[in-house]
């Protein structure tokens, strides 16, 4: 089992709709939750962390972390065409010394106007 | 604001050329990282280092060779290029390593082998 895993979609959506993006993971040990945002031909940059359980809202933009049922989610409301780009998530733990950052293989994102 | 900073964009090599990519950041992070991405396997970590004057392996490190120039710098050379070594590269920069995964990547260099 990969240690983190998430549908690469792709996932098409009409403009204003509200999107779920998830991911799975197996290593019990990952403490801070990241979701990226990439856009075509950039680098990936830092959307938003949680650390632990929870919730964390900025914007239109909600993470959610349950580490019970090692789940994460990203929702998106009132989606715009320029949200339309590649959902990363990543997840960290500590691990002789240094953080392992380990991230998901990206969800790919239309939303149409 | 230029953040990091990828050379070259884009670059085509044959199977056993050599090449080195370059990377540089203006923000004073003491963490800096390679990355290759490739179509249904995500973000590899090649190599890191998380301060000036050390480096480490990461996930993929085989067939690479970094090297931590200065606290702004940090290149990877390809010894003798491989058609699995055809990905997209990407530097990434942080203040701390360990500090909740905020990395600052750079735009990315397209490398082919042929």
């Known amino acids: 089992q990969k240690e983190v895993e998430q549908d690469p979609g792709p996932l098409s959506v009409p403009e204003g709709a509200i999107v779920s993006l998830n991911c799975t993971y197996s290593n019990s040990a990952f403490q801070y939750f990241m979701w990226y945002r990439q856009y075509s031909r950039k680098g990936p940059e830092l959307l938003m962390y949680?650390?632990?359980?929870g919730n964390k809202e900025d914007g239109r933009f909600t993470a959610q972390v349950d580490k019970s049922s090692k789940y994460i989610s990203l929702f998106i409301r009132d989606s715009q065409p320029s949200d339309s780009a590649t959902y990363l998530c990543a997840m960290s733990e500590w691990e002789g010394g240094s953080e392992k950052l380990v991230f998901g293989k990206g969800t790919k994102l239309t939303v149409n106007p | 604001n230029a953040g990091v900073t990828q050379t070259p964009k884009f670059q085509v090599l044959k199977t056993g050329q050599s090449m080195t990519l370059q990377c540089a950041q203006d923000m004073n992070h003491n963490s800096m990282y390679w990355y290759r991405q490739d179509p249904g396997m995500g973000l590899r970590l090649i190599y890191y280092?998380?301060?000036?004057?050390?480096?480490d392996k990461g996930e993929v490190p085989n067939g690479y060779n970094v090297s931590r120039l200065n606290k702004r710098e940090f290149s990877l050379r390809l010894e003798s290029a491989a058609p699995s070594q055809t990905s997209v590269y990407f530097c990434?920069?942080?203040?701390?390593?360990?500090?909740?995964?905020?990395?600052?990547f750079g735009e990315g260099s397209r490398l082919t082998v042929l």
């Open positions: 990434a920069s942080s203040e701390l390593a360990g500090v909740t995964g905020e990395l600052f």
């Open positions: 280092s998380a301060s000036e004057g050390t480096t």
């Open positions: 949680t650390y632990s359980s």
